[in-house]
């Protein structure tokens, strides 16, 4: 058993995201409905980050704010000028003089990296590599840095616009992200110099250095759409596809059924039981959970909600954050359920909203059934006892409570709470007035015919 390794993740986010067009900082846009720079420090922890330092742009404060609401606890650092990778590492030099065993680089705009790559690099390390850089074999190498090898050995990084045509030649590209002993971090990035053709800082130079050195650099390989990196809009659009593949794979790994899964669209933190079936284009906006045995039929929109196994959700349906829904209920179509807790084999079957509420155990909800939760002020909570029967188009004015067992009848305006097995009506009585109607059509016949006449 060796000892724990403590470890510094360095995240780099300075760049301007210019090529975005976007009033958001670039890290803040999301991929799998959480920010860039949300997956990426999720990776750095999972893999054993025990500090994150977060290296931002002149102005950013609303990444700072960003990130300190994200769990977690990370420094945050401020590049003024953007000099360059190499000039915004050194931004972190207060956590980096603290020292770690193992510090990793990874940038803010390549959010889809696994927490097992990064276990990979810093495993390396422990076995005794100073530096690991992780490579991958682009399909286009264009604007990349490219790894010159000799042999297995890599000796140096060479950036597009310093690179020889026979180097432009290499497949083999630097994604950015590589891990260090930490002890060798600020030495080498105190050596690099801006003597190239942007004038920059570039982090890529420490590995010619640590190899003059005489240290040991290696490289891990990976999937290309691991690294995939953000620098506008279809980028954007590119790295989410990657994202709902990898999702959707997992998915199915995890037992879960979809007819169309090119269709369905999960969120990062999407969990779904094993024999889960879901239908064709449905969305899962973040916090989600299906547990095994639930149904989503098709069109149907989640978000923050719960079903438990045996429920069946949709077609058409709209779960918003706070729907729960226990075992064997049912959300039909065109009905929106919100902030509500819908129990154990209750039933919304059609065209209704259901807000601010509990719904007992078995109870049946009407078509056209509304909780009218809102005053316009303050929003108010309805309260449906097990079993109880609303009838159909019937408006549950809150607050309000209807018993265990009651009956609402059909087209009801429910203002007071109803007992437990009681019968509400509320609602103008019926009055039937026989020949009425044939009266009316006569008179009204009659004078239309007048009209006519005196028109003529
Ligand atoms: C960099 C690498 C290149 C690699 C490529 C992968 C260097 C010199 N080059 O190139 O080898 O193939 O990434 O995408 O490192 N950043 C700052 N401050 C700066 C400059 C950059 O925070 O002053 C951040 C950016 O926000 C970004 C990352 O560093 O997250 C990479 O910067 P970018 O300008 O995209 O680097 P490339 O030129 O693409
Ligand atoms: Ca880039």
Redesign the pocket.
């Known amino acids: 058993m060796t000892a724990r390794r403590s470890c510094l993740a360095v995240i780099?986010?300075?760049?301007?995201?210019t090529r975005m067009r976007s009033s958001l900082p670039?890290?803040l846009h999301a991929v799998g409905g959480r920010p860039m720079v949300g997956h990426v420090l999720a990776a750095a922890r999972s893999a054993g980050a025990d500090r994150i330092a977060l290296?931002?742009?002149h102005g950013a404060d609303a990444v700072r704010k960003a990130v300190g609401a994200l769990p977690g606890e990370t420094e945050v650092f401020v590049?003024e000028?953007?000099?360059?990778?190499?000039?915004?590492m050194l931004q972190a030099r207060a956590a980096l003089e603290h020292g770690a065993d193992d510090v990793v680089v990874l940038?803010?705009?390549?959010p889809l990296v696994r927490p097992e790559t990064l276990e990979r690099l810093r495993a390396r390390i422990a076995d005794g590599a100073d530096l690991v850089v992780l490579g991958f074999e682009a399909a286009d190498p264009t604007?990349?840095?490219?790894l010159l090898m000799d042999g297995d050995r890599l000796v140096a990084?060479r950036?597009?616009k310093d690179a020889s045509a026979a180097e432009r030649a290499v497949r083999l590209?630097?994604?950015?992200i590589l891990a260090f002993r930490g002890l060798h971090v600020l030495p080498l990035l105190d050596a690099i110099g801006n003597d190239n053709a942007?004038g920059?800082?570039?982090?890529?130079?420490v590995i010619g250095l640590a190899a003059a050195a005489g240290l040991s650099v290696g490289v891990e390989i990976v999937d290309e759409q691991e690294?995939l990196?953000v620098?506008d809009r279809a980028q954007l659009a590119a790295c989410e596809a990657a994202f709902q593949a990898r999702a959707r794979a997992d998915a199915f790994a995890a037992g879960v059924t979809m007819i169309a899964p090119e269709t369905v669209f999960f969120a990062y933190d999407t969990v779904i039981g094993r024999d889960v079936v879901i239908e064709p284009n449905v969305v899962f906006g973040p916090g989600v959970v299906i547990e095994s045995g639930a149904v989503v039929h098709a069109f149907s929109h989640l978000e923050g909600a719960r079903v438990a196994g045996g429920a069946t959700v949709g077609p058409f349906a709209r779960l918003r954050p706070g729907a729960d829904l226990g075992t064997d209920a049912k959300v039909g179509n065109f009905v929106e359920v919100k902030a509500a807790k819908v129990e154990a084999g209750a039933k919304i079957s059609h065209l209704s909203y259901i807000g601010d509420a509990r719904v007992g155990a078995g109870a049946n909800i009407g078509a056209g059934t509304i909780t009218c939760n809102y005053d316009g002020f303050l929003k108010h909570h309805t309260d449906i006892g097990a079993g109880a029967f609303i009838g159909s188009n019937s408006a549950l004015v809150a607050p309000v409570a209807i018993g265990d067992g009651a009956l609402v009848a059909a087209g009801s305006t429910i203002v007071e709470d109803v007992p437990a097995d009681a019968l509400a009506v509320a609602r103008g009585r019926q009055a039937v007035i026989p020949g009425r109607s044939a009266e009316i059509r006569k008179r009204l016949a009659a004078l239309k015919a007048e009209r006519k006449a005196a028109k003529d």
């Open positions: 780099l986010a300075a760049g301007e995201g670039k890290v290296v931002i742009g590049q000028e953007r000099r360059g990778t190499a000039h915004a940038y803010g705009d390549a604007g990349y840095g490219r990084i950036e597009e590209c630097n994604s950015g942007k920059e800082f570039y982090l890529t130079d690294v990196g620098n």
